[in-house]
């Protein structure tokens, strides 16, 4: 079965300083691995997605992240925190086109 | 652009009432998810279609709950008996089947109930 595990529940950075969330997964097979970002009050907006290929991936909004398979990682980057980034985000796992397995979420503050 | 669509937006209803959801996809997707989000918590699959077929089901979905889609388009959620336990933000998605086809989240229903 797979499984997700986001670690730090809240992450707190100040503007213009490097985002690093950090995403850890198993899987028995080669997973197709995604981060979400969910604003307030709002459904999950799609920030990027690994499935085969290029390990480094580039999102929306300046993010980007690495999978490791032999971490078994996919941490999130950014290399300047914005005030607009503030909002909770989810890795999530899946096996091929099939249901997402989300972590709990990080709650990224940005501090001005 | 039409994204994926959900109402009502929020449902308010006292326990041992039943409620429904609806879910409108993403026109040309033909698959359709739903997941429920408890408080600071990341959501959890409940179940997916393909087309008008309902392929999977969680543990989570107990015998209160049934979902269809019965032209494969729209869905919806239904929950008879609501309780207390069922108060969560209850997400719908859809993607194109296949390898690589992300799924597109609507804005959440959010059910409270009293």
């Known amino acids: 079965a797979q499984s997700v595990t986001q670690l730090g529940s809240h992450v707190s950075v100040s503007e213009g300083a490097l985002v690093l969330l950090r995403c850890n997964y198993s899987?028995?097979?080669?997973?197709?691995l995604f981060w979400y970002v969910q604003y307030p009050n709002q459904g999950l907006q799609l920030l990027l997605k690994?499935?085969?290929?290029?390990?480094l991936v580039k999102g929306i909004n300046g993010f980007e992240a690495e999978f490791k398979k032999s971490e078994t990682s996919f941490h999130l980057t950014k290399p300047s925190a914005h005030m607009s980034d503030a909002a909770e985000y989810f890795c999530a796992v899946s096996l091929g086109a099939q249901k997402l397995v989300f972590g709990q979420g990080t709650r990224l503050t940005i501090n001005p | 652009d039409t994204g994926v669509s959900q109402d009502p937006r929020h449902k308010i209803t006292k326990r041992g009432q039943n409620v429904t959801f609806r879910c409108d996809p993403i026109?040309?997707?033909?698959?359709l998810y739903w997941y429920r989000q408890t408080l600071g918590q990341g959501p959890e699959f409940l179940t997916y279609?393909?087309?008008?077929?309902?392929?999977?089901k969680s543990r989570l979905l107990s015998d209160r709950f049934s979902a269809e889609r019965p032209k494969g388009s729209f869905s919806t959620l239904e929950i008879q008996r609501t309780e207390q336990g069922d108060s969560a933000m209850y997400l719908c998605?859809?993607?194109?089947?296949?390898?690589?086809?992300?799924?597109?989240f609507g804005p959440g229903t959010r059910l409270t109930v009293t």
């Open positions: 279609f393909q087309n008008e077929a309902q392929l999977e």
């Open positions: 899987s028995s097979v080669p997973p197709y």
């Open positions: 998605a859809s993607s194109l089947a296949g390898v690589g086809y992300e799924q597109y």
């Open positions: 026109s040309e997707h033909n698959r």
């Open positions: 690994y499935t085969t290929g290029a390990t």
